[in-house]
């Protein structure tokens, strides 16, 4: 059974969260570069390893946009940058 309307992240959780994302995508971005300075940025592992850190990005631009929905009236700018 679905709720009527879906519950919002609190400001916590998206901090929370936030934190979380910021951290993986520093760490894919730095995997993705080691990775394509090992094997080249041809390889099959280092392109793969390169969309993964796109996805992260677009993760992290899509949880900014929910936050500001969630949070209307609060200063976030950022938060998940």
Known sequence: M????P??????EH???????RATRARVK?????VAA???RGNGAAA?????????DRLCQEMQ???????PGFH???LYR
């Open 2 to 5: 679905q709720p009527d309307a």
């Open 7 to 12: 519950a919002n992240l609190t400001l916590e």
């Open 15 to 21: 901090r929370e969260l936030a934190r979380e994302l």
């Open 30 to 34: 730095e995997l993705s570069n080691l």
């Open 38 to 40: 090992i094997y080249g």
């Open 48 to 56: 793969s390893f390169l969309k993964a850190a796109e996805a992260v």
């Open 65 to 71: 946009e929910q936050a500001l929905h969630d949070l």
């Open 76 to 78: 976030i700018d950022g």
